[in-house]
């Protein structure tokens, strides 16, 4: 890399010109005050320095110097703020500041220059600036020996203030008290010197080129900006050239790490090295011809091969570019995070959701397995049911519908004690001489419908088994205005008779007038029947059956006690 003063209309470059006549200053880039003022001074719009940018002696006064005590080198004071400048040309745009009119530059050297006078470069004609060089360089020695005063109205853009003032550099890196990584550069003893000799220290050798000239910005967060730049660099370049391999690349960026200015000079192409082991390259001393190698270059390609990238971005392009990586960077970070996150609660859900349906399917196994259980238990009321109340599915069937009920015919009244729904309580008993004794359940109804009769029915069944047993059926007539009854019986053994009697209070007795029988009916015959109804002191009914066959004389054959279970 060629080192060349970044001041308008200089055309100063490093190996150009007489040894040790002028040297080469980096931009106090770590110091924001003092950059600013280098910047006003400088008056370039538009334009940010970098590492590698440097102004060279002529445009400092000559006390702006010190000399080293061991060497008695030229040294630029912390402190120096530059003051001598050709402003009178037409300043250069952002790409550059016109070398080719350098040779024209007017001997106006600031316009605070004594040498040049009081008029300021805007007022100086274009004829007052075209001055021959060798006058151009007597006026520079007589700035540098303190006939040049600094300016006294430095003009910068707002923009580069601005710029400037809002630098995180400002915070990343504290000023140092020293050099602060602006460099000295003899570019005559620059060319000379050892690569070897420049490592020593980190510090200025003879040559006036420091360690620290070529090294970056010793921060963590300078190298942390450059990786990212470095990573935005090396993806563009990839998006950009997929298949080239590391190695041209980043031979590519040498060339982009040259100032604009300077790459058309002499550029020269050498391998990587070390930034401790490298050579500085002999330069061309010949004043006229371009140089075609640089004394910095190895040590700019040691600040290449430490730092990924060192392309002349602006401080505001990098601190942008590191400011978008570093948000890409935690967008992806982010994504990745909230990828994980949403990948795990969607397995969470899908195990809870995995749990709920095999708890689901374990509640409708407990109602499948509970209706079943309800269907058993019906199922068995049911039986149970029919078991204890056998006969109460044919009481119901003989209840009247649920209406008013029809008015008992006075006639029946003297019979009416008799009326209602009958249950066997306890079960009936059985007898006669030809039998064992058994037991019976009956139910009895005996209602009327208005007429002047009653209805009755009476139906037994096992007591056990609840089979029907004896079932007969009839009316009981009343002789009007007399207590004389007919009681007219159908009986499921075959026998149809009919027995009269008299009601006397709440006790009937009657007896067989005529009993007929089925041609087939089964043997013994009876042959004669006498009943008894009373109703109890307790308020139920009895029966009493006796009755004569053709081979037993008149023998009770039944007697049963109800209880009524309807009102
Ligand atoms: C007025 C009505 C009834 C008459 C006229 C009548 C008549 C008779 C006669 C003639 C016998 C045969 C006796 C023998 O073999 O020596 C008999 C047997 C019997 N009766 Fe009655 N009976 C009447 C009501 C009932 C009732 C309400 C029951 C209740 C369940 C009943 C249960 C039996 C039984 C279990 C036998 C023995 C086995 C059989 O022959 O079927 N009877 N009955």
Redesign the pocket.
């Known amino acids: 890399m060629v080192i060349c003063c970044a001041a308008v209309n200089c055309s100063n470059r490093q190996g150009k010109g007489e040894k040790r006549a002028v040297s080469f200053h980096r931009f106090p880039l770590k110091d924001s005050k003092r950059l600013i003022q280098w910047l006003k001074a400088v008056q370039r719009d538009n334009w940010t320095p970098t590492k590698y940018s440097f102004l060279c002696s002529e445009h400092f006064t000559k006390d702006s110097f010190s000399k080293r005590l061991e060497d008695q080198h030229r040294l630029l004071k912390p402190t120096a703020v530059p003051s001598i400048f050709h402003l009178t040309e037409k300043k250069r745009g952002a790409g550059g500041h016109g070398r080719t009119r350098r040779k024209t530059t007017g001997a106006m050297r600031g316009h605070t220059s004594t040498a040049a006078g009081k008029a300021t470069g805007s007022s100086l004609s274009s004829s007052d600036n075209l001055m021959a060089k060798p006058e151009t360089r007597k006026l520079k020695r007589a700035a540098l020996q303190g006939n040049a005063t600094p300016r006294t109205t430095p003009v910068v853009s707002q923009e580069q203030v601005q710029s400037l003032e809002r630098t995180p550099g400002d915070g990343l890196a504290t000023p140092l008290a020293g050099n602060q990584g602006e460099a000295e550069v003899s570019a005559a003893e620059a060319s000379q010197q050892k690569a070897s000799s420049s490592a020593d220290a980190g510090g200025a050798d003879k040559s006036g080129i420091s360690m620290d000239d070529f090294t970056p910005l010793g921060s963590g967060a300078c190298k942390f900006i450059g990786s990212l730049h470095s990573y935005s660099f090396s993806s563009k370049h990839t998006r950009e050239r997929p298949s080239v391999p590391r190695e041209p690349m980043d031979r590519k960026r040498l060339k982009r790490d040259v100032e604009p200015r300077c790459s058309g000079n002499s550029v020269a192409q050498s391998p990587p090295r070390s930034s401790l082991t490298a050579t500085p390259q002999k330069p061309s001393q010949s004043p006229s011809a371009p140089p075609t190698d640089v004394t910095p270059k190895p040590a700019a390609e040691a600040v290449q091969s430490e730092h990924s990238d060192a392309s002349p971005m602006s401080i505001n392009e990098v601190i942008l570019s590191a400011s978008g990586a570093c948000k890409l960077i935690d967008s992806l970070h982010s994504y990745c995070f909230s990828a994980r996150q949403n990948k795990s609660q969607v397995c969470c859900l899908r195990e809870q959701v995995e749990k709920k349906n095999g708890e689901l399917k374990s509640l409708r196994q407990k109602v499948s397995r509970s209706d079943n259980q309800v269907r058993k238990l019906r199922e068995k009321l049911d039986e149970l049911r029919r078991a204890s109340l056998p006969y109460l599915p044919y009481l119901s069937g003989l209840l009247p519908p649920s209406q008013e009920p029809p008015k008992m015919n006075p006639v029946v009244e003297p019979l009416s004690w008799m009326l209602g729904t009958w249950l066997s309580d306890p079960p009936?008993a059985?007898t006669?001489?030809?039998?064992?004794p058994?037991q019976?359940l009956?139910e009895v109804h005996i209602s009327h419908v208005g007429q002047p009769m009653l209805n009755f029915s009476?139906n037994?069944?096992?007591p056990d088994t609840h089979k029907p047993?004896?079932?007969?059926c009839g009316f009981i007539r009343l002789k009007p205005d007399t207590n004389k009854v007919a009681f007219i019986?159908a009986?499921n053994?075959g026998?149809v008779?009919v027995e009269e009697g008299e009601v006397n209070g709440q006790e009937l007795c009657i007896a067989s007038h005529s009993?007929a029988k089925i041609s087939f009916a089964?043997?013994?015959?009876?042959e004669q029947?006498t009943?008894k109804f009373r109703l109890n002191s307790e308020g139920k009914l009895e029966q009493t059956?006796s009755?004569a066959?053709?081979?037993?004389p008149m023998t009770q054959?039944?007697h049963?006690t109800y209880k009524k279970v309807t009102p």
Do not use: A, D
């Open positions: 009936g059985g006669f001489p030809t039998l064992q058994f019976y009956e009476f037994s069944f096992h047993m004896h079932r007969e019986s009986q053994t026998i008779e009993i089964k043997e013994p015959h009876v029947i009943r059956v009755m066959t053709t081979t037993q054959h039944l049963v």
